[in-house]
């Protein structure tokens, strides 16, 4: 089973003044805004707990394009911008084996058509959070990248 989810933080919170989107220029949306606490695991293997931060909208176009590649039968990989970890997404026949550069050792593997669902469905929920919290930027052509989720 994969876990992939986010919170929008309290908006109240320092967290939460990075969903404040006053600039929308795409380095900006990418890495300076929409940070969220995200979870990601495999059958029970964390990759991403919820006490790390990430921004959304570069981590929604990471998996985005790991969905792409997984759905073309090409392995993928997530890196960050905040630290030096990457995620690997290892096409084996009809699986994909995770793994994560901070513990190589450790490999989750999980039906490809499931990996290629939870990455979808987390960048179609990533787009719809923040577009709902600012609509104006619906058509911004970094955001819009993230409409094509399906």
């Known amino acids: 089973m994969v876990i992939l989810d986010f919170v929008v933080p309290d908006l109240d919170s320092v967290l939460g003044r990075s969903w404040d989107a006053q600039s929308i220029k795409p380095v900006t949306l990418r890495y300076k805004l929409f940070y969220s606490q ?14 790390s931060f990430v ?36 096409v084996s026949g009809g699986n994909v084996e995770v793994s994560s550069s901070k513990k190589p050792a450790i490999t989750a593997t999980v039906d490809k058509a499931e990996m290629i669902d939870a990455l979808n469905s987390f960048v179609r929920r990533a787009y719809d959070s923040v577009v709902t919290f600012h609509p104006a930027i619906a058509d911004n052509e ?3 990248r993230l409409r094509h989720a399906d």
């Open 142 to 144: 970094t955001v819009a």
């Open 55 to 90: 921004p959304l909208v570069d981590l929604a176009l990471g998996m985005s394009a790991v969905a792409d590649r997984l759905a073309t039968n090409t392995d993928g990989a997530l890196d960050f911008t905040e630290h030096d970890e990457v995620i690997r997404f290892v």
């Open 38 to 51: 995200v979870e990601f695991s495999v059958d029970g293997i964390k990759f991403l707990s919820r006490s």
